[in-house]
Every structure is written in C-alpha cells, then in structure tokens.
Nanobody, 124 residues
Framework: QVQLVESGGGLVQAGGSLRLSCAAS????????VGWFRQAPGKEREFVAP????????YYTDSVKGRFTISRDNTKNAVYLQMNSLKPEDTAVYYC?????????????????WGQGTQVTVSS
C-alpha cells in the first residue's frame, strides 16, 4: 500500500515552532524529490518548499524564506519541515508529496503521490 503520512501539526502561538514529518511506505522515496505544500481555508493549495532526491538542493516560497527549513533522511524514508517564527498567516493544512523527478519542483502537476495533510494553526 502506497502511503505518505504527515505528522507534527498542531496549535501554536505566533512566534513558536513546529516540526512536520512526512513518512513514506510502499513506494520508492530516496530517488525522488519531495515537496511540502499548504492549503489555507478558502485558498488554493500553494507550494512551500521542495528538496532534491539527495537533499543537496532546496528552495522556498518567499513568504517562508528564513523561517522554514526542509530536510530529509533517506535511511528513514522521511522528509521534514522545521517551521520557526510562525505567523497566523501560516495557518493551513500542510501536505507532503513525492515528485516524479529527482530535482525539486514547484508545481502540483509535478507530484504524483500525496499525503492526507496535517493541520497547523497559529494563534495571534
């Protein structure tokens, strides 16, 4: 069974931190880029950050640069998103997804497997 499972979401005050995890099972993870996306209520799902297959290349959407860090551990089939200095506008459901490519991509159409999401709520 192919699964991507996100965890680590929750309720946090503005300025706080959370670390999201994405665990994969039933599919090859280590040869492919993985990305984090988020979807706020009433808005489209948006790109947050991808990481290349070996972790050497990452980039971020402008609104999270300097605050979020994406990383991966291929020995554990896992990808992480460290989120610091959280703001109320970061409130969303966060999704991880596996790309069909080895390098990071920003478009949803470049990703073939998705998790169910984890809720992050930042209070002011």
């Amino acid at each position: 069974q192919v699964q991507l499972v996100e965890s680590g979401g929750g309720l946090v005050q503005a300025g706080g931190s959370l670390r999201l995890s994405c665990a994969a099972s039933g599919l090859t993870f280590s040869n492919y880029a993985v990305g984090w996306f988020r979807q706020a209520p009433g808005k489209e799902r948006e790109f947050v950050a991808p990481i290349s297959w070996n972790g050497d290349s990452t980039y971020y959407t402008d609104s999270v640069k300097g605050r979020f860090t994406i990383s991966r551990d291929n020995t554990k089939n896992a990808v992480y998103l460290q989120m610091n200095s959280l703001k109320p506008e970061d409130t969303a459901v966060y999704y991880c997804a596996r790309s069909g490519y080895s390098s990071g991509r920003r478009y949803r159409s470049d990703y073939d497997y998705w998790g169910q999401g984890t809720q992050v709520t930042v209070s002011s």
